[in-house]
């Protein structure tokens, strides 16, 4: 019975659904990255630095995004 649900394909919606918490997930941890660049280098009043860690962290996330994408066809 175990060899049966190990050979069994994951359900595409479920894929489907990880992959938005997934983006969320890598999003989060780039802007809190870019917010403390921006409290240690004192650049508080413009926040380069969380903008550069909200752009590098949208595109690792398109990127494994588009990859997991082409794992589901």
Not at 34 to 43: F, I, L, M, Q, Y
């Amino acid at each position: 019975m175990s060899e049966e649900r190990k050979n069994k394909p994951v359900n595409k919606y479920l894929q489907l659904t990880s992959i938005a918490f997934q983006m969320m997930a890598i999003m989060l941890v780039f802007i809190w990255l870019g917010r403390k660049a921006d409290e240690n280098w004192n650049s508080s009043a413009t926040n380069y630095y969380t903008l550069l860690g909200t752009l590098v962290g949208l595109g690792i996330s398109l990127y494994l995004i588009l990859k997991q994408l082409k794992n589901i066809k």
